[in-house]
């Protein structure tokens, strides 16, 4: 969508829109880095315990 088709009350709103959502961007990047060492391994746990008890040898 180019710019120029954008009414003239559009643009500031999506200038604040772009605005509010760059901290939160940032904030669920740092959280995904704080806490994907804990995610990542417990999930592996998780799915490989289900495999065991759904489905045993």
Avoid: D, R
């Amino acid at each position: 969508m180019p710019l120029e088709s954008l009414t003239p009350l559009m643009l500031p709103v999506l200038y604040l829109v772009t605005l509010a959502t760059i901290p939160l961007t940032i904030m669920y990047a740092i959280m995904g880095l704080l806490f994907s060492p804990i995610i990542v391994p417990v999930s592996i746990i998780i799915k490989h315990l289900s495999i065991v008890l759904f489905f045993p040898l």
